[in-house]
Nanobody, 118 residues
Framework: VQLVESGGGLVQAGGSLRLSCVASGSAFSISTMGWYRQAPGKQRELVATISSGGGTTNYADSVKGRFSISRDSARNTMFLQMNSLKPEDTAVYYC????????????WGQGTQVTVSS
């Protein structure tokens, strides 16, 4: 199973971006999904998570009210709508998913760069 992110880029402060993450492969089932980010010189941190049914979401305090996580389970896709972006949101954003194939595993995408200019 592979996770592939897209949608990153360069945006001015106050702007918006929408990230996508698509899971591909065969014979798998996805549980919780989430977005994490890592800025230069910092540890990877949680941005947001969403439950398997999409009914429960969780956000880091730093993005509450600005970011929105969602998923389309039929298409094995997760989204992160990012509004009112700030320079401190600059980071590589990673998709994460708990996936059942032969066994449960923790999967990561390759990351997509988000740069917010002031």
């Amino acid at each position: 199973v592979q996770l592939v992110e897209s949608g990153g880029g360069l945006v001015q402060a106050g702007g918006s971006l929408r990230l996508s993450c698509v899971a591909s492969g065969s014979a798998f089932s996805i549980s919780t999904m989430g977005w994490y980010r890592q800025a230069p010189g910092k540890q990877r941190e949680l941005v947001a998570t969403i439950s398997s049914g999409g009914g429960t979401t969780n956000y880091a305090d730093s993005v509450k009210g600005r970011f929105s996580i969602s998923r389309d389970s039929a298409r094995n896709t997760m989204f992160l709508q990012m509004n009112s972006l700030k320079p401190e949101d600059t980071a590589v954003y990673y998709c994460n998913a708990i996936i059942l194939t032969v066994d449960w595993g923790n999967y990561w995408g390759q990351g997509t760069q988000v740069t917010v200019s002031s």
